[in-house]
């Protein structure tokens, strides 16, 4: 009966390891947070903190009360390349959150993460950073 037991208790916990693929709920889609790919900014990451840099427009309100420092976005990346539901989980400040989901909204099309050969939706997390001119 012990052997029993231990067999099923080992099988319940082996079926359960590969069923943790799938979290949340996206219009009734899952998002992957297991992937044998990442989803990717076009020419990596070293790219995609550049292309930050060139397109990032500082908030006047901002400046002029010297308030800088880092918002951190989440966002999808879809099967399709292209990027939605971002999400501002912290921030020094709410302009400077408007102004990092509008950097977002207007990044190149990304790679698509890929789970068995196959492109799939995935979440991404991003700091964007805002430092005061010297």
Do not use: T
Not at 6 to 13: E, G, H
Not at 72 to 97: A, G, Q
Not at 105 to 114: D, G, I, T
Request: charged content about 30%; some cysteine; proline content about 6%.
């Amino acid at each position: 009966m012990k052997r029993i037991f231990i067999l099923l208790s080992a099988l319940a916990l082996s079926v359960g390891a590969f069923a943790q693929v799938l979290q949340g709920d996206v219009e009734n889609d899952h998002i992957y947070v297991d992937y044998h790919e990442n989803a990717s900014f076009p020419g990596g990451e070293e790219a995609c903190f550049k292309w930050m840099k060139e397109h990032i427009k500082y908030p006047k309100d901002c400046l002029e009360k010297k308030i800088g420092g880092r918002v951190n976005v989440s966002f999808i990346v879809r099967e399709d390349c292209s990027i939605d539901s971002i999400e501002v989980y912290k921030s020094p400040h709410p302009s400077l959150s408007k102004e990092a989901i509008r950097l977002v909204k207007e990044m190149p099309k990304w790679k698509p993460a890929k789970f068995d050969n196959k492109c799939i939706k995935s979440r991404w997390r991003l700091p964007v950073k805002f430092e005061l001119p010297q």
